[in-house]
């Protein structure tokens, strides 16, 4: 069962500064135009063509001498590396190539055609510039629109019908982030601690979180062919060059986000008798054997490597603690609250969320409810419904707090007595069906990685 984490995790680093700057000398970043892919290794001599690479300070998260948070789309650098990417101009075709090349790389990545296109979070990008989605659509690999494998079926409860009143919008709807800087785990009023200075890269993060129809999609078809993910799947391959989120506490050489590991597919059931029985952890569990009333209710008594597995197979991933922390903060924001507007209003009833109410019973009597069904009253800042109340979501990590750039914490490192973290425990974060305080943008929790309760499901993350 997961237990309450009364404080952010403190840093045991010596030199905290000097981590930071050697973790952004090693972060890679690429610029693509049409078929031409250019790679720049940030502070590498050798990766630039005239042998001038960035330093490695010139963008370290945490070196910063702010004294609160940037807005959101700057960096805490002092390079103008835009969200750890950074583009090298060559001067040839698809490329501008001018002058003015190096003050455009603080908001682009990437000339095509000679308009300036930021690959990161332009949202007419899909297989490169100028090919657009259409409304509710996404941009699926390779480079082709549609919607991601849980929300292909023509018409089906809890997959094209989400939001309040059952609207007719998709439950795979994705909205982009665009990237910033942030404190983490900071609000200025309850979590007051300054030192987590993060930067995170553009990235789509699901309005919805994963619904028992869109489960019963992924439940079936791997059940009908045996699907299990690929090892190492599941990473942000848009960053790194494919590497993904960089380990934080930094290790030298850097090491990144491992992805799915062989040794857990046997976390994953094989039978529909498997999958009912797991999915089957209480009364109040949202899981039915056959499409039922619950299919637009968030599917939860699912563990992590569940969520992550659910993820993979719908074309996306499991957001990290500082992703999902950015999100629910409104970047650079740092609301108390999901929906705070202003960013310090502590204003929650059951119009914002559906969690334990002053009289002790939930806001909905039977336990969670549809998802969205508190929109857009208790939307986030960039429309993500439910990230205060409904169920926990699962996140990537094992710890959280720290400067750094689009990071990620999977070194099983020992932990100091206030902020003990089970062996193989993953955070989660939102407050599910908890007290008021537990919905905080900033309050942090963990779990037992094999753990599942009715106050548990996920949201998936993508691509830009």
């Known amino acids: 069962m997961e237990r309450w984490l009364r404080s952010p995790w403190v840093l045991a680093l010596a030199a905290p500064a000097v981590a930071a700057s050697a973790l952004a000398g090693a972060l890679l970043g690429i610029s693509a135009c049409g078929a031409r892919t250019e790679l720049t290794i940030f502070g590498d001599e050798a990766a630039s063509g005239d042998g001038s690479g960035a330093s490695s300070g010139d963008s370290a998260a945490g070196t910063t001498g702010r004294s609160g948070p940037p807005s959101s789309g700057q960096v805490a650098t002092s390079g103008g590396a835009p969200s750890g990417y950074e583009v090298a101009s060559t001067g040839e075709a698809g490329s501008a190539g001018s002058s003015s090349d190096s003050a455009d790389a603080g908001s682009c990545s990437s000339r095509c055609s000679g308009a300036c296109v930021d690959l990161g979070s332009d949202p007419n990008n899909c297989g490169m510039c100028g090919n657009a989605c259409g409304p509710g659509l996404l941009c699926m690999d390779p480079g082709t629109c549609g919607n991601p494998p849980s929300c292909q079926a023509v018409s089906s409860r809890g997959t094209t019908d989400c939001g309040p009143d059952a609207s007719a919008e998709s439950c795979c709807s994705s909205p982009v982030v665009p990237g910033g800087t942030f404190f983490r785990n900071y609000d200025g009023a309850t979590y007051a601690q300054m030192d987590g200075l993060a930067t995170i890269s553009s990235l789509r993060v699901d309005k919805f979180e994963i ?159 549809s998802v969205g069904s508190e929109s857009p009253v208790g939307d986030g800042k960039w429309g993500q419904s439910d990230l205060g109340g409904n169920v926990w979501e699962w996140a990537l990590d094992v710890g959280s707090g720290g400067p750094c750039v689009d990071c990620i914490d999977t070194l099983q490192l020992p932990r100091g007595p206030e902020t003990p973290l089970l062996d193989d425990a993953r955070m989660i974060r939102g407050g599910g069906l908890g007290a008021s305080f537990t919905l905080q943008s900033s309050a942090i929790n963990d779990d037992d990685a094999t753990d599942r309760n009715i106050q548990q499901g996920a949201r998936c993350a993508r691509a830009p």
């Open 211 to 369: 619904t028992v129809g869109r489960f019963r999609e992924f439940v079936t078809a791997t059940l009908r062919t045996g699907w299990l993910p690929h090892p190492a799947s599941g990473r942000h391959s848009h960053l790194n060059v494919g590497r993904g989120l960089v380990n934080f506490p930094g290790t030298i050489p850097p090491s990144y986000e491992p992805g799915w590991q062989p040794s857990w597919n046997v976390n994953l059931a094989t039978s529909e008798a498997q999958w009912d029985a797991s999915l089957s952890c209480g009364p109040l569990a949202t899981w039915t054997s056959a499409p039922g009333a619950n299919e637009n209710r968030p599917i939860n008594c699912i563990d992590w490597y569940e969520a992550y597995a659910f993820c993979i197979w719908d074309g996306g991933f499991l957001p990290s603690d500082a992703e999902w922390n950015y999100v629910a903060s409104g970047g650079s924001e740092q609301r108390v609250f999901p929906w705070s507007v202003p960013p310090m209003s502590t204003a929650i009833d059951c119009a914002h969320a559906n969690y334990s109410g002053l009289g002790g019973g939930y806001c909905s009597p039977g336990g969670t409810n």
